[in-house]
């Protein structure tokens, strides 16, 4: 039975950080609302990350790339007859979601706030957020929904079975069993870290612990991943590409995972994995994984914060080295043994 005939819709389509920065937010909705129906849409590539999630009543996937799938996804929100939308995203196409909703309630950023700021014209309550962390902002948002800012983050993620057993039979056939994930790649150029860098920290990291790295890639990152594993000879780490269900699985059961300011960062700290962060242009106390124990190492001057999807590495990851990333890691590794 719904509390009070309550029905949110999340409306948060993208991208894989900062659908895992929104989720402990919506934690705390399901916390306050324990009872209504909480619904979130999203692009479809990422809704398997928030399938079976115990805050979530339903995960509505958006085509964007699809007219007639767009369409249908907004029939969809339509007939759900929600009392309450709250747009996380704060752009044109997620606040237009919202009001093509027929929510008469519109949960959004002040304008100010709002990364394409003509979006708050479509709110009928619009918010001032609190705090310096993406999370934190995200509370504020669920706040004005009557939710409650908790003292420690909720991340209720499921981990789809299939594929943790597809990756567990994939690794097995390497000969794999304890490892760590190094994530080469990132959304742009400038919050990488090199690859010859990465090699070498799997080549040291193997012979300090006897583990060995699977780097994982994304779309257009084979040849970053191809490059780490040759930089690392002699030792032999093994770049995987996986589906999402699959990473979910691989990041689950990682001793350690190592990576920039990326989904895959912040998917495994989600999960509860140990994780070292590597940032530069990207200020860790904003974007950093949300988590209590997750270890950043950073060597950014303040002028060199820069949200700029340049092509080139950042001047503050070439500060980084591979010394201060192995001790890092294996300071993390164990704490966790």
């Given at each position: 039975?719904?509390?009070?005939?309550?029905?949110?819709?999340?409306?948060?389509?993208?991208?894989?950080?900062?659908?895992?920065?929104?989720?402990?937010?919506?934690?705390?909705?399901?916390?306050?609302?324990?009872?209504?129906?909480?619904?979130?849409?999203?692009?479809?590539?990422?809704?398997?990350?928030?399938?079976?999630?115990?805050?979530?009543?339903?995960?509505?996937?958006?085509?964007?790339?699809?007219?007639?799938?767009?369409?249908?996804?907004?029939?969809?929100?339509?007939?759900?007859?929600?009392?309450?939308?709250?747009?996380?995203?704060?752009?044109?196409?997620?606040?237009?979601?919202?009001?093509?909703?027929?929510?008469?309630?519109?949960?959004?950023?002040?304008?100010?706030?709002?990364?394409?700021?003509?979006?708050?014209?479509?709110?009928?309550?619009?918010?001032?957020?609190?705090?310096?962390?993406?999370?934190?902002?995200?509370?504020?948002?669920?706040?004005?929904?009557?939710?409650?800012?908790?003292?420690?983050?909720?991340?209720?993620?499921?981990?789809?079975?299939?594929?943790?057993?597809?990756?567990?039979?994939?690794?097995?056939?390497?000969?794999?069993?304890?490892?760590?994930?190094?994530?080469?790649?990132?959304?742009?150029?400038?919050?990488?870290?090199?690859?010859?860098?990465?090699?070498?920290?799997?080549?040291?990291?193997?012979?300090?612990?006897?583990?060995?790295?699977?780097?994982t890639y994304g779309p257009g990152e084979?040849?970053?991943?191809?490059?780490?594993?040759?930089?690392?000879?002699?030792?032999?780490?093994?770049?995987?590409?996986?589906?999402?269900?699959?990473?979910?699985?691989?990041?689950?059961?990682?001793?350690?995972?190592?990576?920039?300011?990326?989904?895959?960062?912040?998917?495994?700290?989600?999960?509860?994995?140990?994780?070292?962060?590597?940032?530069?242009?990207?200020?860790?106390?904003?974007?950093?994984?949300?988590?209590?124990?997750?270890?950043?190492?950073?060597?950014?001057?303040?002028?060199?914060?820069?949200?700029?999807?340049?092509?080139?590495?950042?001047?503050?990851?070439?500060?980084?080295?591979?010394?201060?990333?192995?001790?890092?890691?294996?300071?993390?590794?164990?704490?966790?043994?």
């Amino acid at each position: 039975m719904i509390e009070g005939g309550e029905r949110y819709l999340v409306v948060r389509l993208t991208a894989l950080g900062d659908i895992l920065h929104t989720l402990p937010a919506v934690a705390a909705l399901r916390a306050a609302h324990k009872n209504a129906r909480i619904d979130w849409v999203v692009e479809r590539k990422w809704a398997p990350v928030l399938e079976g999630s115990p805050a979530i009543s339903e995960v509505i996937p958006f085509d964007r790339a699809s007219i007639f799938g767009s369409i249908t996804c907004v029939r969809r929100l339509r007939e759900k007859k929600y009392t309450c939308a709250i747009d996380f995203q704060g752009l044109y196409k997620s606040s237009v979601l919202a009001m093509l909703s027929s929510a008469p309630r519109r949960i959004g950023f002040e304008r100010a706030w709002a990364r394409e700021p003509g979006a708050a014209l479509l709110y009928t309550e619009r918010v001032v957020p609190k705090g310096c962390h993406v999370t934190e902002l995200n509370y504020s948002l669920a706040e004005k929904a009557g939710a409650s800012r908790p003292v420690k983050p909720e991340y209720p993620l499921r981990v789809p079975a299939g594929g943790a057993a597809s990756v567990r039979a994939r690794l097995a056939e390497q000969g794999i069993g304890d490892y760590i994930v190094v994530g080469a790649g990132g959304s742009w150029r400038a919050k990488c870290w090199p690859t010859d860098r990465y090699g070498e920290f799997c080549r040291k990291f193997e012979k300090l612990h006897g583990l060995r790295a699977i780097v994982t890639y994304g779309p257009g990152e084979e040849s970053l991943a191809e490059e780490v594993c040759r930089a690392a000879n002699p030792a032999a780490p093994i770049a995987m590409k996986t589906t999402i269900e699959e990473l979910m699985g691989l990041l689950a059961h990682a001793r350690c995972v190592v990576a920039a300011d990326s989904g895959p960062l912040h998917l495994a700290a989600a999960l509860g994995t140990p994780v070292v962060g590597l940032y530069g242009p990207t200020d860790p106390s904003r974007n950093g994984p949300f988590v209590p124990g997750a270890v950043i190492v950073s060597q950014a001057r303040p002028e060199e914060i820069s949200y700029k999807r340049r092509t080139n590495v950042s001047p503050a990851m070439l500060r980084i080295t591979v010394e201060q990333v192995l001790e890092a890691a294996d300071s993390c590794v164990k704490a966790h043994a």
